[in-house]
């Protein structure tokens, strides 16, 4: 069904591409799928050590004196699903399927980010009646979890002298800029005290919310399940004696946590009391987030006597940490209008050999802004006792307003759709800013078609749209 879909060679690559695994840092598939595409269709194919692949096409005729051209789009995807699905994302195909103008995925991340991106280079490059100069077609490893393909790219490997990326996710919208990024990861450890079986037990599950991408979708209102899930656990914690078994929530570092739960115990003399207050907080949050989150879901249960605690003086320390630590947009651009400057998510908590792993990233578009931010964080675990570590980070793209590239793209986009494209930044990390830095001549723009719900289950991807990207791009290549 959706390999007819028109423009038919697109949705035919985009088809193949659901259909094999590529979780960041496990792209050992795709690379192989991508490395005999090219060395079928006779084009130059190079593969670095990182496992970036990159293709190379001549122009057609008559237009062999145009600049060249690199189209960029990353092969990882975001491995997120429901937490009732079975998948393998190592192992299994995406399970696709057409819902009116929108494609969607079965219980699972679709992986359009960046996949529809790949499948129109593909189309591109296996096309014989599309008028274009010398292209570039490169596909690089690990976006999602760190940008690192990108990072080994080698400084000399790319000729081009524009690059268009094709990561974005709004149709009509040219985007000429984005944030740069790290990640803070807090590690509390623990030990293991023995439970007292006359507690009360119970569990809370926090789960339907929409998630989304911890940069375009966090100034959305949008609830964070560990937010929720800790500020009932800390009102509690302030009543009574709260002991914890175990916790979890969120999974990836650029994905708003849609879900979260926890084991713990009260004493018996608070249960109903315990009751009372959730259903009070669950009263407060379904009103909070009535308009942006309207599949909201929290449940308390009582759960059978666990065996162990974590002890109780880290356990206290982390909920400390976590209800301090902030989320969210920390403020807005003074120079774009609408735009996030500077942001927080706390991304994840997991449980691993007596450890306790906060993940959090930290984005914006100031580099000192970021480093800030980034230190904040920090000092609210560090405070309670956590060791924590900073990734290395990678750069924002700093906006070029006299851009020849957007220029014309804008131009085009008007003439063939009959309105003006909005040319703007990004708060996402695209790669545009590692490749500024390597090759600081490269004239840069990055485009795509609507996508929404991206890093979660909900991620669709605009059929409308898609065609309308594909029309663009090609006559966009034309005119260079």
Not at 97 to 115: C, E, H, M, P, S
Not at 208 to 233: C, F, M, P, T
Not at 329 to 358: F, H, Q, Y
């Amino acid at each position: 069904m959706i390999a007819q879909l028109e423009p038919c060679s697109v949705f035919r690559f985009f088809d193949e591409i659901c259909r094999i695994p590529r979780p960041s840092k496990k792209e050992g598939k795709i690379i192989a799928y991508l490395q005999n595409f090219g060395q079928s269709c006779g084009l130059e194919t190079i593969t670095d050590a990182a496992g970036n692949v990159l293709i190379r096409k001549p122009a057609t005729a008559g237009k062999e004196q145009s600049k060249t051209v690199v189209l960029q789009a990353h092969m990882d995807m975001v491995c997120e699903k429901n937490a009732d699905v079975e998948h393998d994302f190592l192992e299994d195909p995406i399970k696709a399927y057409v819902d009116g103008d929108w494609i969607r995925a079965k219980g699972t991340t679709l992986g359009a980010d960046n996949g529809i991106g790949m499948a129109v280079m593909l189309a591109l490059l296996d096309a014989d009646d599309i008028i274009h100069g010398n292209i570039e077609a490169l596909f690089t490893v690990d976006e999602e979890t760190g940008l690192t393909g990108a990072f080994a790219l080698d400084k000399n490997i790319l000729k081009g002298e524009i690059l268009i990326n094709l990561d974005s996710e709004d149709d009509g919208e040219l985007f000429i800029g984005c944030a740069g990024g790290c990640d803070t990861i807090a590690t509390f450890d623990y030990e293991e005290e023995a439970a007292d079986e006359k507690l009360f037990f119970f569990t809370v599950n926090v789960s339907g919310l929409l998630g989304g991408h911890s940069g375009d979708d966090i100034d959305k209102g949008r609830a964070n399940a560990n937010k929720l899930l800790v500020e009932y656990l800390v009102r509690i914690a302030e009543k009574t004696a709260l002991r914890i078994s175990y916790i979890d929530g969120g999974n990836l570092r650029n994905a708003i946590a849609r879900e979260a739960s926890v084991i713990a115990a009260v004493p018996f003399s608070y249960k109903e009391t315990l009751r009372v207050e959730f259903n009070h907080y669950l009263a407060e949050i379904e009103e909070n987030f009535c308009d942006t989150e309207p599949n909201l879901a929290m449940v308390l249960q009582s759960e059978s006597a666990q065996k162990t605690f974590i002890n109780y003086a880290t356990s206290q320390a982390l909920l400390s940490a976590l209800v301090g630590c902030p989320h969210g947009v920390i403020a807005m651009s003074k120079t774009m209008p609408g735009l996030v400057e500077t942001s927080t998510n706390l991304a994840s908590i997991k449980l691993a050999d007596k450890k306790i792993i906060v993940s959090t990233s930290q984005r914006s578009s100031l580099e000192s802004a970021k480093n800030a931010l980034a230190k904040e964080v920090e000092d609210v675990f560090v405070k309670n006792g956590a060791i924590v570590t900073h990734s290395d980070g990678y750069p924002g793209w700093n906006p070029n307003t006299n851009s020849e590239i957007v220029r014309l793209t804008a131009a085009t986009y008007e003439q063939l759709f009959g309105e003006k494209a909005r040319v703007r930044a990004i708060h996402a990390g695209l790669e545009c800013g590692l490749f500024a830095e390597k090759y600081p001549h490269l004239d840069m723009i990055s485009f795509g078609p609507t996508m929404r719900g991206v890093h979660s289950p909900d991620e669709r991807l605009s059929i409308t749209a898609t065609q309308r990207f594909w029309k663009l791009l090609i006559e966009v290549l034309k005119q260079i």
